[in-house]
């Protein structure tokens, strides 16, 4: 899933995302709550209407930015009392307002609010914070049956697996969310600063007790190499700003690994970015005309980098899609590793 935060993708347009394939995208309830308002949104009928996507949304729950605001906010049972970032006004999240915020936004998979724990963190608090993550998830659940959808199409809500490294925690965080009956079921606080062992290691534990009929989605994964690796643990569903994030800062990804574009060695290199890649940036324009416009700032190179990193996540996932129908996963996975690690160009 391609990230939009501000209700927008950086540097691509929503009619060159559904044609690189984007088949849905992710929207930030904290952000958008703030600017322009969930008045605003509702005024607008959702944020599909609001930011021309027809495709599917999902929407955050806000959680993971009110909770990274370290120094402004206060967690209690109720919710998270926080100060703005922009202008330090005081607000406050619950369970129930972050449902009803999401029903405003009218995105078609809402997110649970969860407390993501730091890493590191000790059993005690991953523990105390688990037990609230799990009845925070039981008001959602509430909340949900108790409104509905405002514009006409139905809405899906996903519980969110929390318990830091501890497999202890993890079990009874995926027991009681299971029992709860969600849509789909997420993994949060992986992708923290554990090391990919241990993301990995997780991700197998908790996969083996979610229900095989739901999907599973691992929240702010990854790098190439971590979506194939989880795929292969089970996982359906990832979002991630590296594609975009990196795209803007120069650095692209290829089937041999990154390259950026401010090397030097583009400087005469009229080849396209991925000689393998099929979207339009590698079709029409080289690394050397890449270069140039990171070097003179035109805004084009932010735009044919993103169409370019983004279509080759979302082909990457196609691949990946495509081999698993044909039962040949394995195989695709270990020969495409190879290559992606067979040539890292230092940025
Ligand atoms: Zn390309």
Not at 35 to 54: C, I, N, Q, S, Y
Request: charged share 20%.
């Amino acid at each position: 899933m391609p990230i939009g935060t501000q209700g927008s993708v950086k540097a691509i347009e929503p009619r060159e995302l559904v044609e690189i394939g984007a088949q849905i995208i992710l929207g930030n309830t904290y952000h958008l709550y703030l600017r322009p308002g969930m008045d605003v949104m509702e005024a607008a009928g959702g944020l599909h209407r609001f930011a021309g996507w027809k495709k599917p949304l999902l929407t955050d729950s806000g959680g993971y930015q009110v909770f990274s605001l370290t120094d402004l906010r206060t967690i209690e049972e109720e919710g998270v009392t926080f100060r703005s970032h922009l202008d330090g006004s005081e607000h406050l999240f619950t369970p129930e307002s972050v449902v009803r915020m999401q029903r405003q936004l009218g995105s078609d998979i809402m997110m649970v609010f969860d407390e993501c724990a730091p890493f590191p963190c000790d059993v005690a608090y991953a523990q105390r914070s688990n037990a609230m993550t799990v009845r925070w998830a039981a008001r959602c659940r509430e909340e949900f049956t108790r409104t509905t959808h405002l514009y006409g199409y139905t809405q899906t809500l996903f519980g969110i697996v929390q318990g830091s490294v501890y497999k202890e925690i993890r079990e009874q965080s995926v027991r009681d969310l299971v029992a709860m009956d969600f849509d789909g079921y997420a993994l949060g606080g992986l992708a923290v600063g554990e090391s990919d062992e241990v993301m990995y290691e997780i991700t197998d534990f908790c996969e083996a007790m979610l229900p095989a009929t739901k999907p599973r989605y691992l929240m702010g994964v990854g790098k190439p190499e971590n979506l194939l690796e989880s795929i292969a643990r089970g996982m359906d569903m990832f979002d991630c700003v590296l594609p975009t994030r990196n795209g803007r800062n120069a650095a692209l990804f290829t089937r041999t690994g990154e390259l950026n574009m401010r090397n030097l060695s583009t400087k005469f290199d009229f080849s396209p970015v991925d000689p393998e890649c099929s979207c339009y940036t590698c079709k029409n324009f080289s690394r050397g005309y890449l270069r140039h416009l990171f070097q003179v700032k035109e805004i084009l190179g932010l735009q044919l980098a993103t169409i370019h990193n983004l279509f080759f996540y979302l082909q990457l996932m196609r691949e990946a899609r495509q081999a698993i129908l044909e039962q040949r996963f394995q195989s695709w996975k270990n020969a495409t590793l190879e290559q992606l690690q067979s040539k890292v160009v230092a940025s």
